[in-house]
């Protein structure tokens, strides 16, 4: 599942521009998280593809807008859900969008906006994934 307006492919990991790719969803550290409970995994994961584009969505619209204060308020709200998860990728970016958001440069936030959605639907990808997998948590 992606989040309606994006195209091509959707990968299960994401750049971290450092060392290589990072996965979107830390299948380790989610099963952790949910004391390898499978019925709690899946409805972890199943909330942040609910949440997941539905706080994106909001972010742009804010971001359009150019109200930072929302903005941050609503990268806040997906920064918790990816932490949930360990979906650090969008964990991080939605944390730096908080921040820049924060600081009221409306540039630098169109710009983090604009890798959002791709990093989403990274983790819709994953947990798609992960869904299917008996292994996982």
Known sequence: MRCEETTGPVPATVSSGKAGAVPA???AGLESRSMGNRRLTLALLQELRWSGCA???AIERFAAEADLP???EAAHSLKG???????????L???EIEAV????????V???V???RPIMDSCNGEITRLQGSPDAS
């Open 25 to 27: 969803i830390d299948p």
């Open 55 to 57: 706080h994106v969505a």
């Open 70 to 72: 929302a903005t941050g």
């Open 81 to 91: 859900a990816a932490a949930i998860v360990c979906a650090e990728p969008l964990r």
């Open 93 to 95: 970016l939605a944390a």
């Open 101 to 108: 958001a924060a600081s009221g440069a409306l540039t630098a």
């Open 110 to 112: 169109t710009a983090l």
């Open 114 to 116: 604009a890798q959002l």
